[in-house]
């Protein structure tokens, strides 16, 4: 049964029965697979967002990512985020891998890709960032991008995890 719903996510309660044939009730977060960017600039920087999250009350550095929507492709899903959050289409998307950050009480599914020959989007594309977004980007070496993990300064799990993957 579905206890809540909200624009990005819902939460469903329901009586599960294990493995070991015990039932339990169990509380699940139901969100629709997302994609997570490593967009890679000509010259081999990553290009990294910083935006506010409200769950945290501060800014944070992170490898663009969103939600598909429906009936969309995670490869249609990497190109437009691609176009939102950093305002460059990419001419080659490679998907990497898919993982489950929270599978103790949540089933969305992240989809990595890997984004290269990033070029001006077309001048009508409709691609624009969400009405709640405040994001700025900036182009950096992986190594700088990955000692910014390492200082603490990324705290963000898929942005460290993405990291690792070029």
């Known amino acids: 049964m579905i206890v809540y719903t909200s624009r990005v996510f819902s939460v469903d309660v329901e009586r599960a029965?294990?493995?070991?044939g015990r039932e339990?009730?169990?509380?699940?977060?139901?969100?629709?697979?997302?994609?997570?960017?490593?967009?890679?600039r000509d010259d081999g920087r990553v290009v990294m967002i910083r935006q506010y999250r409200h769950a945290l009350r501060r800014d944070l550095w992170e490898l663009p990512?969103?939600?598909?929507?429906?009936?969309e492709s995670p490869e249609g899903a990497a190109a437009r985020e691609c176009e939102e959050e950093i305002g460059l289409a990419p001419t080659r998307i490679e998907r990497l891998c898919g993982l489950y950050p929270t599978p103790g009480y949540c089933?969305?599914?992240?989809?990595?890709?890997?984004l290269s020959g990033l070029r001006q989007p077309p001048s009508d594309s409709p691609h624009r960032p969400d009405d709640d977004e405040d994001i700025?980007?900036?182009?950096?070496?992986?190594?700088?991008?990955?000692?910014?993990?390492?200082?603490?300064?990324?705290?963000?799990?898929?942005?460290a995890y993405g990291l690792t993957l070029i």
Do not use: C, Q, W, Y
């Open 17 to 20: 029965r294990f493995p070991d």
């Open 107 to 114: 089933d969305e599914e992240m989809i990595f890709f890997r």
């Open 65 to 71: 990512a969103g939600s598909l929507d429906p009936g």
């Open 24 to 40: 339990h009730e169990m509380a699940i977060v139901r969100h629709p697979p997302s994609v997570v960017l490593i967009p890679l």
């Open 136 to 159: 700025k980007n900036r182009a950096m070496t992986i190594a700088e991008a990955r000692a910014m993990v390492a200082r603490g300064e990324v705290v963000d799990l898929k942005t």
